[in-house]
């Protein structure tokens, strides 16, 4: 394991793929001590990165490898300058990476080919490419073009949960009013889904609870306030309780998805899900939207959630209100 490249930690603290570098570092050190230190690194300024790489102490030597967990949105501010990043870097030492939230059709018709493009590129000045998923690795040969030569894929990690005492979960249940989706709020997260679902279930049999909430448990995603804006707009209207926590460090977040009535994945356009591996680490099997990608998790990890069609989300609640022993592990 010595032989291991220098781990670059790039984006926002509290960016999703960052928090993953971090914690696929911290569990390397804890594997051998001789493993080489994450360095965090501005990829916004290029001389400035390249700086860092050569002249920081204990920095890798010009030459020496390093790996990237990538996403063009935390590499640059634009997917062409993500790209001109990388291959600028690669020009200072071979580059291994992880691609995340891979191209695909809901990023619309101008932004789909200036990401693929933009991955087509980062990939190309790669001397390897880990994918998170089959499905990603699928995206790219359907939108990006040939898939890279030794390419992998290496499933995203879920923490084994531990279970909570069965009859205090379940008694805590009846006392559950919130259907909780989990994760950055932003458009097509699953968020307005919920809210359609809960209204759904309103105009529908009796017996179904009428003080349903919506939780959104993370904070809004940067750029997408006006999602937040219309969401409390249509919640006030229909008379439905909407929160948002804010970000929530590790132990609060585990503690809050214990409390939700019901745990749901639902987005729309998923490529691989953090948020229903955080589900599961809860010990919670969450409702999730049927896809090709949560098809090849439902058989990586058999029993770990329920899978509902499209237009089966408000049936999934109720059944799951009536049953809340299948909503945990």
Same mark, same amino acid.
């Given at each position: ?12 603290? /509290?960016?999703?793929?960052?928090? $993953?570098? /971090? ?11 001789? #493993?080489?230190? +994450?360095? +965090? ?24 490898? =390093?790996?990237?967990?990538?996403? %063009? ?14 291959? $600028? ?13 891979? +191209?695909?059709?809901? %990023? *619309? ?19 390897? =490419? ?12 359907? $939108? ?20 909570? &005492? ?14 909780? =989706?989990?994760?950055?709020?932003? @458009? *097509? ?13 309103? #105009?529908? &049999?009796?017996?179904?609870? !009428? %003080? ?9 995603? @940067? ?47 998923? !490529?691989? !899900? ?16 049927? !896809?090709? $990608? ?19 989300? #408000?049936?999934?609640?109720? =059944?799951?209100? #009536?049953? @809340? ?5």
């Amino acid at each position: 394991m010595s032989e291991l490249p220098r781990l670059l930690l790039v984006g926002p603290d /509290r960016h999703g793929v960052a928090i $993953y570098a /971090r914690q696929l570092a911290a569990a390397v050190g804890r594997l051998d001590a001789a #493993a080489p230190a +994450p360095l +965090p690194v501005d990829p916004l300024a290029p001389e400035a990165a390249a700086f860092t790489l050569r002249g920081t102490r204990g920095a890798p030597l010009p030459g020496s490898p =390093v790996h990237l967990h990538a996403t %063009d949105r935390i590499l640059g501010a634009t997917p062409e300058l993500a790209a001109d990043w990388v291959e $600028y870097l690669a020009g200072t030492a071979p580059v291994t990476v992880t691609l995340h939230d891979l +191209p695909q059709p809901s %990023d *619309g018709v101008r932004n789909l080919p200036r990401r693929a493009e933009s991955y087509r590129r980062i990939a190309g000045a790669s001397s390897g =490419v880990v994918f998170n998923s089959a499905h990603e690795r699928a995206l790219f040969a359907e $939108y990006i073009g040939e898939e890279p030569p030794g390419s992998t894929v290496i499933p995203l990690p879920v923490v084994v949960p531990v279970a909570a &005492p069965r009859q205090g979960r379940l008694a805590l249940a009846t006392t559950l009013r919130d259907i909780a =989706v989990l994760g950055f709020l932003y @458009p *097509g997260k699953g968020h307005a889904e919920v809210l359609g679902a809960i209204l759904e279930l309103r #105009a529908g &049999p009796s017996q179904v609870r !009428s %003080d349903l909430g919506l939780l959104a448990l993370g904070a809004v995603s @940067p750029g997408s306030e006006h999602e937040l804006t219309a969401l409390r707009a249509r919640a006030e209207a229909s008379d439905i309780r909407f929160m948002v926590t804010g970000f929530l460090a590790d132990a609060e977040l585990e503690r809050r998805a214990r409390l939700a009535a019901v745990p749901v994945a639902a987005h729309r356009h998923v !490529s691989a !899900s953090g948020s229903i591996g955080s589900w599961i680490s809860a010990g919670r099997r969450p409702l999730v939207a049927a !896809s090709r $990608y949560v098809d090849e998790m439902a058989r990586l990890r058999p029993g770990t959630m329920t899978v509902y069609p499209e237009g089966g989300l #408000a049936e999934a609640i109720r =059944v799951a209100l #009536a049953d @809340p022993a299948s909503t945990w592990l």
